[in-house]
């Protein structure tokens, strides 16, 4: 039972333009939410997160926003550049009643590929 | 945000062995995770150390085969024992600072 779902594997966008990825979750008990970014042969990169109390998180060129009713999150990359191709990853974490630290649920990644 | 090594970062390994791969964090931390990435799949939490207690594994991972130590709040090892071709993943480390969970390179890891 997949917890956080990317149901597009890769995404093709023009350099300048904006890209959106996207990303769903099911677990209500999810109350923080985060981006990584992933070059091939590299560990993931932390790049933007968002809590729960908030629908919207800025940084730079990278913006997330949440809504929590749908239960869907998406991250704006604007404007899009080359060195931005990479598989981003969805994540979801919360410290759920049995006492469990934080702990993170990936999505399955999609791969962005930003064209010249 | 913290800087993580992980040795080693890359290797070749015969079926049936075990191999230990090593992570250091410049700074002292209170959970430290380790995760899987298998070819073309996400990340996986294996499982959580936190020093001074055993690992907390997830379902699907067990001690016997991912045997982890924490032995100090910089530093920890999982070992991949008794390797088969389906172990040959990224095994990354990561740790907690804040709300936000940092990974190091990664270990690549080949069996054959």
């Known amino acids: 039972d997949q917890q956080v779902k990317q149901n597009s594997p890769s995404l093709s966008v023009q350099e300048g333009r904006i890209s959106i990825l996207n990303c769903d979750y099911t677990n209500s008990m999810f109350d923080y939410f985060l981006w990584y970014k992933k070059y091939p042969a590299e560990g993931p990169t932390f790049l933007i997160s968002?809590?729960?109390?908030?629908d919207k998180n800025e940084d730079g060129r990278f913006t997330v926003f949440l809504n929590k009713s749908a239960k869907h999150l998406s991250l704006h990359i604007v404007p899009s550049q080359p060195g931005d191709s990479a598989v981003y990853f969805c994540?979801?974490?919360?410290?759920?009643?049995?006492?469990?630290?934080?702990?993170?649920?990936f999505g399955s990644g999609t791969q962005l590929t930003v064209l010249p | 945000s913290a800087v993580i090594s992980q040795k080693p970062s890359r290797d070749i390994c015969q079926r049936g062995t075990s191999l230990t791969i090593q992570c250091q964090v410049d700074?002292?931390?209170?959970?430290m995770f380790w995760y899987r990435q298998q070819p073309g799949q996400s990340l996986t939490l294996i499982a959580t150390?936190?020093?001074?207690?055993?690992?907390?594994?997830e379902s699907g991972f067990v001690i016997d085969k991912f045997p982890i130590s924490r032995p100090n709040l910089t530093f920890s090892t999982l070992t991949v024992s008794n390797m088969s071709p389906e172990d040959s993943s990224i095994y990354l480390c990561?740790?907690?600072?804040?709300?936000?969970?940092?990974f190091g390179e990664g270990s690549w890891l080949t069996v054959v």
């Open positions: 994540a979801a974490s919360g410290t759920f009643s049995s006492g469990s630290a934080r702990q993170l649920t």
């Open positions: 968002i809590s729960s109390i908030k």
């Open positions: 150390a936190n020093q001074g207690s055993e690992a907390t594994y």
């Open positions: 990561s740790v907690e600072q804040g709300n936000t969970i940092y």
């Open positions: 700074s002292q931390v209170t959970m």
